[in-house]
């Protein structure tokens, strides 16, 4: 069936196509609605004619922020994403010969994928952990450990993206995190 995570369906192909469009999808869900997002990929993908991480890496910065920045821009921040995009593709190439799965086809176990998802631009533990907690339950991504290595993201309910696999669940999510920052609120 695939992603279903931009209300998009072309844009959630791309994330079913390119596991680097998926990782940057990821990536740009910082301060801005998740499945606008990871509609991030496809607007790259229209625009430059490709999403390849070698292509990414090799633009010209100037002209790749202009191109990120143009309505509807790729993030709310699109040049500072766009300059960590690049920086992720620059990581994909000389670390992952180019393949965004090796990130995690490569990883020994949860930790060790854990691990590499935090040691790219953009990932801090939380999202990383959100990231890793995706791959396990919609892609079946399931090294030994991941569980632990993610927490309770690894639980049934609508805690994150890696829990959104319509628009019904899409919206589970945003009333968990709604009522999850509200409680934040009231225990100050």
């Not at 607007?43 to 309505?71: C, N, Q, Y």
């Not at 790729?74 to 000389?94: D, T």
């Not at 691990?115 to 907690?133: D, E, H, S, Y």
């Amino acid at each position: 069936m695939g992603f279903q995570i931009t209300g998009d369906p072309a844009a959630d192909k791309v994330l079913d196509d390119s596991a680097f469009a998926l990782l940057a999808g990821m990536m740009l869900d910082q301060q801005y609605p998740m499945e606008h997002a990871f509609r991030g990929p496809a607007k790259v993908l229209d625009r430059l004619g490709t999403f390849a991480p070698d292509a990414i890496a090799s633009a010209d910065p100037g002209e790749f922020a202009a191109m990120a920045s143009t309505p509807p821009a790729i993030h709310r921040f699109p040049g500072s994403m766009a300059a960590r995009l690049q920086e992720l593709a620059r990581i994909v190439e000389e670390t992952y010969g180019g393949d965004a799965s090796r990130l995690w086809t490569d990883a020994a176990d949860g930790k060790d994928l854990l691990k590499r998802v935090m040691a790219l631009p953009g990932f801090g533990k939380q999202k990383a952990q959100i990231f890793v907690a995706l791959l396990a339950k919609q892609l079946g991504v399931r090294p030994e450990g991941w569980e632990a290595a993610v927490g309770d993201y690894a639980l049934e309910g609508h805690r994150s993206v890696a829990d959104v696999v319509d628009a019904e669940s899409l919206q589970k999510v945003r009333d968990f995190k709604k009522a999850k920052k509200a409680a934040a609120r009231s225990s100050d």
